[in-house]
């Protein structure tokens, strides 16, 4: 099982502020198959990037996607109100596929 | 927009089998990879696996020995029984659709999620 590793577990930011977030694998994601998701409490999970660096329909383009091989980054450019949520990477490439414990954005 | 819900019993017996439903409206079936996933309370989200149009499935190991997914492309729905259930499957279950027509993929539509409660 690939598994992953989200840092930190909780993120303190202000609004306008810039995220970081990151997601490391046990072994190496099969041709970039690592997606990136918002969780919202009450809420089903929103797909934000896959492709590792491709942005989903609708997503603004302050969210984006780098990396390759184990190491993965999620950065918001400059945080929100509507931001303040918590990430969860996922691998699809050894299906059916595994995600992070997530990472928790809160409001500084 | 396809949407999906999900639907089944809130409340199983430990022992017993999980059975969720989830239907497929304004869209089909057809093409796509359709999945499980699982969110404990208060806990991170974890795949069950999935069902392809064509009726193969891939399962998660930790679940592979309870799990079955199926569906019924006449409904335009699709299905999850879990056996043997104890309070650990205690969780809100979502059904979710891989965005691809081609390939396993991220999942880009999802239910809105329904809380299951293992308890006697």
């Known amino acids: 099982e690939n598994v992953l590793t989200q840092s930190p577990g909780t993120l303190s930011l202000s609004p306008g502020e810039r995220a970081t977030l990151s997601c490391r694998a046990s072994?190496?994601?099969?041709?970039?198959?690592l997606a990136w998701y918002q969780q919202k409490p009450g809420q089903a999970p929103r797909l934000l990037i896959h492709g590792a660096s491709n942005r989903a329909i609708g997503i603004p383009d302050r969210f984006s996607g780098s990396g390759s091989g184990t190491d993965f980054t999620l950065t918001i450019s400059r945080l929100e109100p509507e931001d303040f949520a918590v990430y969860y990477c996922q691998q699809y490439g050894s299906s059916p596929g595994t995600f992070g414990h997530g990472t928790k954005v809160e409001i500084k | 927009q396809v949407q999906l819900q999900e639907s089944g019993p809130g409340l199983v017996k430990p022992s017993e089998t999980l059975s969720l439903t989830c239907t497929v409206s304004r869209g089909s079936i057809n093409n796509y990879y359709w999945t499980w996933v699982r969110q404990p309370p208060g806990k991170g989200l974890e795949c069950i696996g999935y069902?392809?149009?064509?009726?193969?499935?891939k399962y998660n190991p930790s679940l592979k020995s309870r799990v079955t997914i199926s569906l019924d492309m006449s409904k335009n729905q699709f299905y999850l029984n879990l056996s043997s259930v104890t309070a650990g499957d205690t969780a809100v279950y979502y059904c979710a659709r891989a965005r691809s027509v081609v390939t396993y993929d991220a999942f880009d539509i999802w239910g809105q999620g329904t809380k299951v409660t293992v308890s006697s």
């Open positions: 072994q190496s994601v099969t041709s970039r198959y």
């Open positions: 069902i392809y149009y064509s009726g193969s499935t």
